[in-house]
């Protein structure tokens, strides 16, 4: 059947120029210029099949960049290596992404589940200031940053943690904590003046 405006027909469709390649044979003889090995050399470990599939990190065997570099004394400091209960991780999620719940709703890491913001809640779940929010939202998480306390409370909402400590530590600068240490520090008494001479015969 013919189309009246382009006089084509069925037979006639095909792609666009350039849009469509023939895909390239590989291990048809000498002749084809990829014959016997393919193209993928002699031996190795880039000729085997799956070769190209390793996931991202992976160095042939020999440490790896990530886990040469970076170590701390000791195993059980989160910095030390990613090993063992000690690395801690957690799920960060966006203030931008509670816009989609409802004026005074309770958001906790059951409806962050639920609503598909976080796939799992094996990690403890922080919230971050990205973003803005205009939701009166009761917001629990594990963590907050400073940030995403402010847009919180700035809706009129409240930011509470799991455990019942507050949303953000109140740290204290490195140098007002170093001045405090020192005022707080009991000064040495003086020691007494040695009386004169003179007024020592006088008493005897």
């Known amino acids: 059947m013919a189309d009246e405006t382009t006089g084509l027909t069925l037979h006639e469709l095909k792609p666009a120029p350039g ?4 895909r390239k044979r590989i291990g048809r003889g000498h002749g084809s210029g ?3 090995t393919s193209g993928r050399g002699q031996k190795g470990q880039k000729s085997r099949s799956g070769s190209h599939r390793m996931r991202p990190g992976f160095e042939g065997g020999q440490m790896p960049l990530y886990m040469r570099l970076g170590k701390l004394r000791g195993p ?6 990613p090993m063992g209960p000690f690395r ?4 960060p ?6 816009e989609r719940f409802d004026e005074g709703v309770d958001v906790t890491p059951e409806l962050l589940r639920s609503a598909g913001v976080v796939r799992t809640l094996k990690h403890p779940i922080k919230i971050l200031g990205k973003g803005e929010l205009s939701t009166r939202l009761t917001v629990t ?3 907050f940053s400073k940030r995403a306390v402010e847009l919180i409370e700035a809706a009129g909402g409240t930011a509470a943690r799991v455990d019942g400590g507050p949303a953000v530590a109140e740290s204290e600068p490195p ?3 170093k001045k405090r240490k020192a005022t707080s520090a009991p000064e040495p008494e003086a020691e007494a003046a040695p009386e ?3 007024e020592a015969d006088a008493e005897e």
């Open 93 to 98: 999620v966006n203030v931008s992404a509670l």
């Open 175 to 177: 140098k007002a904590a």
């Open 196 to 198: 004169p001479e003179g």
């Open 88 to 91: 801690t991780r957690t799920t």
């Open 141 to 143: 998480a594990h963590a």
């Open 34 to 36: 990829s014959g016997k």
């Open 19 to 22: 849009s469509h390649r023939e």
């Open 76 to 81: 059980n400091h989160r910095k030390s290596m």
